[in-house]
């Protein structure tokens, strides 16, 4: 079976790809994330995934073409929606964008079946995303287009941590977003803003 694998980051596309291998799958990766902010943590994390896709000799799609990472879109998209920093009605609207462009590309190129390294990570909303994958299979089955491959990667989880720090694959601090960079270094401000306070009234 010919699967396009969604690569979200390096790290987390290490144990599903040795897992579709041993499956005898044939992988490519496509690495779609305009979600990654600011561009230098994109451009470490795209970094990351073709270190991976080096290691397994793995044929990668990049999402090269204009629009493909623009920051200004990504959040116009997701603000026109009144989403915004709620991230139980932001993520779903991260998600469809990239399985949506994964599964179009999958269909224009033939393969058989899309899957994502997001079905790996034990932050994400895991039924969800999968519910979405079924639901876009279902838009894409009339013109014959590709299945979404169910995989629960999460049992590799620690695994694939070990695997990516003996690789050197740069491993981030936050999902992606600028609000959930916003919500990982959010007790951090308190705890300055407090110290200021504190030093203010000295
Ligand atoms: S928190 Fe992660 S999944 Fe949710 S919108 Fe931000 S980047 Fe996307």
């Not at 790809?17 to 990766?29: A, H, T, Y």
Request: with cysteine.
């Amino acid at each position: 079976m010919r699967v396009l694998l969604h690569i979200c980051c390096g790290p987390c596309a290490i144990m599903p790809v040795r897992r579709l291998l041993d499956e005898g799958c044939e992988v490519e990766g496509f690495f779609y994330n305009p979600n990654i902010h600011p561009l230098a943590e994109y451009l470490r994390r795209r970094e990351g995934a073709a270190a991976v896709a080096e290691k397994y000799g793995l044929r990668m799609h990049w999402a090269l073409e204009d629009g493909d990472y623009d920051t200004a879109a990504w959040l116009g998209r997701i603000t026109a929606s009144g989403a915004g920093l709620n991230a139980r009605e932001r993520c779903p609207l991260c998600w469809s964008g990239r399985l949506g462009r994964t599964f179009a590309l999958a269909e224009r190129e033939g393969f058989d079946a899309v899957t994502s390294s997001l079905l790996y990570s034990r932050r994400q909303r895991h039924d969800e995303i999968a519910a979405l994958g079924r639901a876009l299979a279902q838009k894409h089955a009339g013109a014959g287009g590709p299945l979404f491959l169910y995989r629960d990667f999460r049992p590799d989880w620690q695994r694939g941590i070990e695997v990516s720090k003996e690789w050197g694959v740069y491993r981030q601090q936050y999902c992606g977003c600028i609000f959930s960079e916003n919500d990982r270094y959010a007790r951090a401000l308190q705890k300055a803003d407090t110290a200021l306070c504190t030093a203010g009234r000295a």
